[in-house]
């Protein structure tokens, strides 16, 4: 990675973790899942992070998306220790500034594929209840979908399924993609066109961060995190 780049990726970090330790309290023990962790993300990047089942790949997307807490050091999010942010303050940075992509879908099968789109737009104040729908047209285009608008998720591929995802978790505009095994139940030609999707999502300045066991996410990767033992190491490309 070249000085430029190396000085572009400081000037505009969105996420930073100093020192960031995690642990869970089994009966008889406990369990240390993230130790000492130094890490930062930014915007107009796609970041894998790759280790082995248990590694601690899974709790770290938790708490970079505010869904899980750490016991020590700091996590800020766009400048802001989010420790010392209170519940709904949380909600709302998480609302506005992050997505989420799954291995499995979560769509809800009763709701059409636009309508599965609108779901997170209902929370959000700022979005005209009266453009929630074209929106959510114009997100099913952006991912290829235009074709399947009034389709229910039973009558889609998993790649569709999973298209239609990522157009809702882009609902809210978020600057920030986190996607947990996004390829995990898809076959290799699928796979190839959501991580074509998300690095698309990076060249408009968003920064992606996906957990994967495929090794083929390299081949996007600006940047790529290996968790070992709960500690991290990066690898420039």
């Not at 997505?99 to 959000?124: D, H, R, S």
């Not at 005209?128 to 979908?145: F, H, I, T, W």
């Not at 978020?174 to 076959?187: F, H, S, V």
Request: proline share 3%; net charge positive.
């Amino acid at each position: 990675m070249n000085k430029e780049i190396q000085e572009n990726l400081h000037k505009n970090i969105v996420m930073k973790l100093e020192n960031v330790k995690k642990s869970y309290k089994t009966k008889n023990k406990k369990i240390d899942v993230l130790s000492n962790v130094n890490i930062d993300f930014s915007n107009g990047y796609f970041y894998a992070i790759m280790g082995h089942s248990g590694s601690g790949k899974s709790t770290l997307i938790n708490i970079l998306g505010l869904t899980d807490t750490i016991d020590s050091g700091t996590y800020e999010l766009y400048g802001k220790n989010v420790s010392d942010l209170k519940d709904t303050e949380l909600s709302n940075l998480r609302m506005k500034n992050i997505g989420f992509v799954f291995q499995e879908f979560y769509l809800n099968p009763t709701l059409k594929a636009f309508e599965n789109v609108m779901v997170p737009m209902l929370i959000n104040k700022e979005i005209n209840p009266k453009e929630r729908k074209q929106k959510a047209l114009d997100l099913l285009k952006s991912v290829g979908l235009e074709e399947r608008i009034d389709h229910y998720p039973r009558e889609l591929s998993g790649g569709e399924q999973q298209r239609v995802a990522i157009a809702r978790c882009l609902a809210n505009n978020p600057n920030i993609i986190l996607a947990d095994e996004p390829t995990g139940n898809l076959d290799e030609k699928t796979e190839k066109e959501i991580f074509t999707l998300l690095k698309n999502l990076v060249k408009k300045g968003k920064c992606v961060i996906v957990v994967s066991h495929s090794n083929d996410v390299k081949k996007y990767a600006d940047k790529i995190y290996k968790i070992v033992d709960g500690k991290v190491d990066g690898d420039n490309k």
